[in-house]
């Protein structure tokens, strides 16, 4: 909505990396020696537009793994996979209040709450293709690095530490197992969810991805059509509901966007039709957000007028 010069645009984002600098708290994930040994003081950020544009400041191509963030993108290809019917019968759309990884299937049917909490992604993951054109590995990678417009990578040491201190997602894909949300043994779609949360990349990417998004499935550089409106329309819709986990209610307050987090300290968010913003700072708040991440969403939103529900 607002109307400025490029200059003018980077300055401000410089000043905001400034700004959050002064910011305070929280930790580094320890869940795995890659992000426990990670500095805590880089901070990237990046604003994408669907005319192809890019704003960056700090430190912004500085590579980190996606982590939980590719949880809205494996539930686009899961949709595009299957339909929404097809894979709503298998994970449900509610907002859990719960913590991401949260031991949390539906009693009666044994569906995950959602597809942005650990049990619900480990779902969306298992529902994607393997074809003649790529293992299902492959073809999640590929629907990242055609959302970015580069070839993205898994990081190999990443993928095997995720592997290694993965056993309460094991059992989140067993149980998932036990009552057919995955069908036979979970352990390829465990090893898939791991690989996809190595998959390195920037501010500059997270943020072109989101772009893509906004511009409804279309990636604004490359023209190339990657994603149908109607799955746009769902994983925004979801990420807007479930996407910032058990702070998802305040977030839509504060800063009124469809987003997502991941515990490298990434977050991605997005207003339809216009931009994406993506942040990156190592520590985390008691959900698992990046605390510089959604100050400077928060800021950003107010800043910019990028609320949906402000109406002058
Ligand atoms: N790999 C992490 C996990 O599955 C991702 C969690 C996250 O980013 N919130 O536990």
């Not at 339909?83 to 859990?96: A, H, L, T, Y």
């Not at 539906?106 to 293992?135: D, F, W």
Request: hydrophobic letters at 40%; one cysteine or more; glycine letters at 10%.
């Amino acid at each position: 909505k607002t109307k400025l010069g490029p200059s003018v645009i980077t300055e401000y984002l410089q000043r905001v990396v400034e700004d959050l600098r002064e910011v305070e708290g929280g930790a580094v994930k320890d869940s795995i020696p890659a992000l426990a040994n990670a500095d805590p003081n880089p901070i990237g950020i990046a604003v994408a537009t669907v005319d192809g544009a890019i704003y960056q400041a700090g430190d912004s191509k500085q590579e980190f793994c996606i982590q939980s963030i590719s949880k809205a993108f494996t539930y686009a290809q899961a949709l595009t996979d299957r339909g929404m019917d097809g894979v709503f019968e298998k994970i449900d759309v509610e907002p859990s209040g719960d913590a991401f990884n949260e031991i949390s299937l539906q009693p009666e049917t044994g569906r995950p709450a959602n597809p942005m909490i650990n049990a619900g992604a480990i779902a969306a993951t298992s529902l994607v293709k393997n074809t003649a054109h790529g293992t299902r590995r492959e073809r999640i990678l590929r629907l990242y690095s055609r959302l970015a417009g580069r070839q993205l990578r898994i990081n190999k040491t990443i993928h095997a530490q995720e592997n290694r201190s993965g056993d309460r997602n094991r059992a989140l894909g067993w149980l998932l197992s036990s009552r057919d949300i995955i069908e036979g043994d979970p352990t390829n779609a465990l090893e898939d969810y791991f690989a996809q949360c190595s998959v390195m990349l920037n501010c500059v990417d997270l943020a072109r991805m989101g772009a893509t998004l906004a511009a409804g499935g279309v990636n604004p550089l490359s023209g190339e059509r990657v994603l149908s409106t109607q799955v746009v329309s769902d994983v925004l819709s979801v990420m807007y509901t479930c996407g910032m986990y058990d702070d998802a209610g305040r977030w839509a307050l504060k800063v009124g966007l469809p987003a997502k987090s991941g515990v490298a300290g990434g977050i991605i968010a997005v207003l339809p039709g216009q931009l994406a913003v993506a942040v990156f700072s190592p520590p985390l708040d008691q959900h698992g957000n990046s605390v510089r991440g959604v100050a400077a969403c928060e800021r950003l939103s107010q800043d910019l007028d990028l609320h949906f529900a402000r109406t002058e």
